[in-house]
């Protein structure tokens, strides 16, 4: 069975940081895309950051030159660094993944998500 968890959320004034982890564990072959999603309250679910199995980004707009995100393929972790952080950044934050349990088995996996609340 594969989990996947998230930490290191928090409270945090506006312009500060916060560094999220994820870490999926279990029956894992390899994992592909991992990414980072946002839902704040009364909002849709939004895709923030991805980063590849070979380590390319992409990032929302909103969260460009703030944010970066990282992997440790060897560890099947993954980790969000947030800098300049704004109130408009409160949101559960979730990382999802697509990891293959067998060389041609794969599904979604998401983490049960981490509240992140910046204060003005």
């Known amino acids: 069975q594969v989990q996947v968890v998230e930490s290191g959320g928090g409270l945090v004034q506006a312009g500060g940081s916060l560094r999220l982890s994820c870490a999926a564990s279990?029956?894992?072959?390899?994992?592909?895309?991992m990414n980072w999603y946002r839902q704040a309250p009364g909002k849709q679910r939004e895709l923030v950051a991805t980063?590849?199995?070979?380590?390319?980004?992409n990032y929302a707009d909103s969260v460009k030159g703030r944010f970066t995100i990282s992997r440790d393929n060897a560890k099947n972790t993954g980790n969000l660094q947030m800098n300049s952080l704004k109130p408009e950044d409160t949101a559960v934050y979730y990382c999802?993944?697509?990891?293959?349990?067998?060389?041609?088995?794969?599904?979604?996996?998401w983490g049960q998500g981490t509240q992140v609340t910046v204060s003005s």
């Open positions: 999802e993944a697509t990891i293959f349990t067998t060389i041609n088995r794969a599904r979604d996996y």
């Open positions: 279990g029956s894992i072959f390899r994992i592909s895309a």
């Open positions: 980063i590849t199995s070979g380590g390319s980004t």
